[in-house]
């Protein structure tokens, strides 16, 4: 595997881990963004880019990707507003791998792009990275550079849907496809302390994604879960309200946070939200959340756009990368889920 | 476990198994409802029985469940199509169990019930079957009684979704909810037979349902699928169009079949069916299939209505069950699926 060529990072960008947040809509967010994130890279991120850029004077850009659309970036942009835009720049050249070995392939540099992306938090140079890459490798090097929470096996996806009732919290929607269930008992600690942080919903009530409400129905993972969920130990003051059912995700009105595998969460969300497209969201259209997951119980911010995401669904992803730093998020839901135990400086860091 | 009285059948009602289907919509259609199926039975299907029988003059039912609910459906009936109404009646009483055996409960009088109704087509007192009673009592009485076709292991509930492009077909929603590989290549081959038979579709196509079309994405079922499904003999000349994602379910751009496990089905079922319910639907609001599931792979007309059916719903399985009836269609699916294959007549009869 060739590496990518790292440069062009204005050094006052750089700040060391662990500096405070800060408290306030209009504090400074620097976001790192994945340029060849997406099925229509870079063209929808370069939109999804200047977007947000232009309707947030405090939001600070890195830009991480190929020189050539950070330029087309740059160039849109009022040089008055430069100092606004770092650029990591990301190439594969041709003569960095042998002979014999194979070319790198567009997914190489995109693959290649997600994992500068994350480093940037994790070296400080940004406060949050949005991508639309690849899932799975996203996890994993965020799992792996930003260090997991104590106790968080596989760091859950986790997507807000509008509901007739306002909105809930799904998770995990694609990172644990065959979860144990020792993992879908954490993702409900980390989606209760999501709702109370994000949504400051005291005493969230959580609900376990089945087929039926009766006892018994559901497949063997779905069985084995309710005795696990009753004596959770839930952040937030949140309960666990018992089985739901797909129609409960349309409604909101039983739970403020639904769990689920990370297949069967995919499905669901890339089912409604497609659907919500199409005929106009459940409840109040005013207040749409935005078409974006967040990666929880890793050490930094991390948002993950669809790989078909929209110029404003991006927009909308690097707004919501501000809007959970500015709150110190991640830092307020590790108070929830870790509680005062001892925390590793190098497993929680960069946003507390 | 106390047996249900059956009485009261009109003698003239019986016919032995094996009578041809009629083939036109007009033709007389004998359906068993369940009367006691259902959160909010026997009102709702009171509701939607004498909905069904006033809108379709040669429908014929054979109310299976207790007498008062028998008797108002009756009393609310013009008594010159008493002769299109017949009862099966479900009683359990007190004397029947043992003192020591515990009282049977409404739920044991309910599932008596599913049982009877689908009895009374295996028996030959009706045409088809339609239940919004408990799912596995439906599948596992009608596979007992009915029986199932050569090689269906699991027979599957198999609903039609409108679509923005029209309407498709998805199964398993709620059958097999931690399905073999093996039920899930069968799933596609009678899901294909019915849209070709149902839809009058030609060369439909075939979709798995996963959560990217990236090789390898899915849980461990879908990642072992796609060889099984790429080899498959499916019938009517249907195709495998490869791997599809929840939002093509809602576009129904790609597949004409959507083959999923009963679990991840029926939770996208649920939401996509409450979501459409609340905002319209997003193809042609005058061709919304009914709220609906048929039983594929066994031997005779099965309906199966949601829990929470409305009386509409229940009135729309009642006419869905009368027009597969009227189109012979299990006898057409089995030639597509079974083809020249020596079929026991105890295995497959009553359709044809």
């Given at each position: 595997?060739?590496?990518?060529?790292?440069?062009?990072?204005?050094?006052?960008?750089?700040?060391?881990?662990?500096?405070?947040?800060?408290?306030?809509?209009?504090?400074?967010?620097?976001?790192?963004?994945?340029?060849?994130?997406g099925d229509?890279?870079?063209?929808?991120?370069?939109?999804?880019?200047?977007?947000?850029?232009?309707?947030?004077?405090?939001?600070?850009?890195?830009?991480?990707?190929?020189?050539?659309?950070?330029?087309?970036?740059?160039?849109?942009?009022?040089?008055?507003?430069?100092?606004?835009?770092?650029?990591?720049?990301?190439?594969?050249?041709?003569?960095?791998?042998?002979?014999?070995?194979?070319?790198?392939?567009?997914?190489?540099?995109?693959?290649?792009?997600?994992?500068?992306?994350?480093?940037?938090?994790?070296?400080?140079?940004?406060?949050?990275?949005?991508?639309a890459?690849n899932t799975a490798?996203i996890v994993?090097?965020?799992?792996?550079?930003?260090?997991?929470?104590?106790?968080?096996?596989?760091p859950p996806l986790t997507a807000v849907l509008p509901s007739a009732?306002g909105r809930l919290v799904l998770l995990d929607v694609g990172s644990a496809v065959?979860p144990?269930?020792?993992?879908v008992?954490?993702h409900?600690?980390l989606g209760?302390?999501f709702a109370?942080?994000v949504h400051?919903?005291?005493?969230?009530?959580?609900g376990l994604l089945t087929?039926?409400?009766?006892?018994?129905?559901?497949?063997?993972?779905?069985?084995?879960?309710?005795?696990?969920?009753?004596?959770?130990?839930?952040?937030?003051?949140?309960?666990?309200?018992?089985?739901i059912e797909g129609n409960d995700v349309v409604t909101g009105?039983?739970a403020d946070v639904v769990v689920t595998d990370g297949f069967t969460g995919n499905i669901l969300l890339k089912g409604l939200e497609t659907a919500y497209a199409r005929l106009?969201p459940p409840g109040?259209?005013?207040?749409v959340p935005p078409r974006a997951a967040m990666l929880l119980?890793?050490?930094?911010?991390?948002v993950v756009c669809h790989g078909a995401a929209s110029?404003?669904d991006?927009?909308a992803g690097?707004?919501l990368?501000?809007?959970?730093?500015?709150?110190?998020?991640?830092?307020?839901?590790?108070?929830?889920?870790?509680?005062?135990?001892?925390?590793?400086?190098?497993?929680?860091?960069?946003?507390?």
């Open positions: 595997m060739t590496r990518p060529i790292v440069g062009r990072v204005a050094p006052g960008l750089r700040r060391t881990t662990g500096t405070p947040a800060p408290d306030s809509e209009s504090a400074t967010a620097r976001i790192a963004v994945d340029l060849l994130g229509h890279a870079p063209a929808v991120v370069v939109d999804g880019a200047l977007r947000a850029f232009q309707a947030d004077p405090s939001l600070h850009l890195l830009l991480v990707g190929p020189p050539e659309a950070a330029d087309r970036i740059r160039a849109a942009v009022d040089p008055a507003h430069h100092a606004r835009l770092s650029v990591l720049t990301i190439e594969i050249t041709a003569g960095e791998h042998g002979a014999d070995a194979p070319a790198p392939t567009a997914q190489d540099l995109a693959d290649a792009c997600v994992r500068a992306a994350v480093g940037a938090v994790a070296d400080g140079l940004a406060d949050a990275v949005v991508s890459g490798v994993v090097s965020a799992a792996r550079v930003l260090g997991r929470w104590p106790g968080v096996r596989r009732a065959d144990d269930k020792e993992f008992v954490m409900a600690r209760a302390a109370a942080v400051e919903i005291a005493a969230p009530r959580v087929i039926g409400t009766e006892q018994g129905k559901g497949d063997r993972l779905r069985r084995a879960l309710p005795p696990l969920l009753e004596a959770a130990d839930l952040p937030a003051g949140a309960r666990y309200v018992g089985l009105d039983v106009g109040d259209p005013d207040a119980g890793v050490g930094g911010t991390v110029g404003p991006l927009a690097l707004a990368a501000a809007h959970l730093h500015r709150r110190a998020a991640v830092t307020a839901m590790v108070d929830h889920v870790v509680n005062d135990k001892q925390i590793p400086h190098n497993e929680v860091s960069h946003d507390g």
